[in-house]
DNA sequence: CTCTAACGTGAACATGAACTCCGGTTCCGA
DNA sequence: TCGGAACCGGAGTTCATGTTCACGTTAGAG
């Protein structure tokens, strides 16, 4: 898909991580709701210097999401190598939801539906998965987990918690929950 | 705080209500996302109209939610009803997801973070909280939920669950993870 | 050093959606 | 029936924000 695209000028490369260093930042405290000449201002750049890199603010957002997305894939790797599968797994559910904690651009692309813009990033997020899927398998096969717990379910707490992540939510509780289950002794 | 207000004129209660209807079914599809025009034509009425009634987009908004939570105090008051505790606390939680599934103007207004806007609905949800909180103390005081469970856990859980109501998202299995726990029987 | 393609700039433009305004219409008490 | 206060309508205004573009600037090959 990409073209081959050939070097950027030095004060293009340097711009472009300008801006990207920029709208991460921004993105991260805001999510969706910053603005381009925000952007633009904290790089210390035009606004039309956004656009020569990135085609629109959609583009701009999912190359920030890529990005961390990338160093979620390094984290998931690094818990995978944890010899005991249910630290591999913990490892991997705390980095996550730590990532989405400190990146309100992150859970806004994760919690919000579906969006066709997102396909740019499928490639990383399927990378992402695949050791999710390896380090799901484990823990189930140690019986560490239940048995029928399936990759899908890793989502599915994972948004829960990250939806508690807003306001006075405390997403530790909502995982210990989980971890615990809410029930009592009397059955 | 809301004046005495004299009566209204026949064709503006009916206006009235009918902007209500419509509006309610529209926000409940579709949330904060649908927009005034939409409404009034769907009210069969000018835009205008609706400005008569409400002051802005927000207080229509807040309107529809604030029904919305006299029907859910209900259904809680409803819920209390039950003398097992753990039937009553399980209805409360199941009627309390389907509302919400059913109504994305809902979710939202929960969802979302802490708007001063929702002021108007202090009440319908003080009255809602009171009951939420003797039917959680019920449970944990026959020992059918954990110890420590305490009201805001239920808000905990129910905002995991309906961050799992949108996209491909299951949040009855977000539910059943939640009241088993996740783990497996090694430990 | 020179020349030019690549780059940067930011005022101007395009868009969309909330909200206003006032002439026309309707209800309702007398 | 009649007068006027209350109400309705919807084109037009306002505001916010993403996006463009014509022109000035600069890196870097030759």
Known sequence: MTAPE?????????????????????FARRGDAVQMDEIAERAGLG???LYRHFA???????AIIGRRFEAMTAMARAADEAEDPWVAFETLLYGYLESAQADAAFR????GPEEPSWNDIA???????AITERIVRRAVGAGRLRE??????????TRGAMANM??????????T?????IRGPER
């Open 177 to 181: 929950l989980l971890l615990e289950g």
């Open 47 to 49: 606004v039309g210097t």
């Open 148 to 157: 029928d717990f399936r990759a899908d379910d890793f989502v599915l707490i």
């Open 6 to 26: 050939r070097a950027l000028r030095a004060d293009a490369r340097r711009n472009r991580e300008a801006v990207l260093d920029a709208a991460g930042e921004l």
């Open 108 to 111: 806004f692309a994760l919690l």
């Open 123 to 129: 490639a990383e997020k399927t990378d992402f998965s």
């Open 166 to 175: 807003t306001g006075a939510g405390d997403w530790r509780r909502h995982l």
């Open 56 to 62: 629109d603010k959609q583009a701009l957002l999912a």
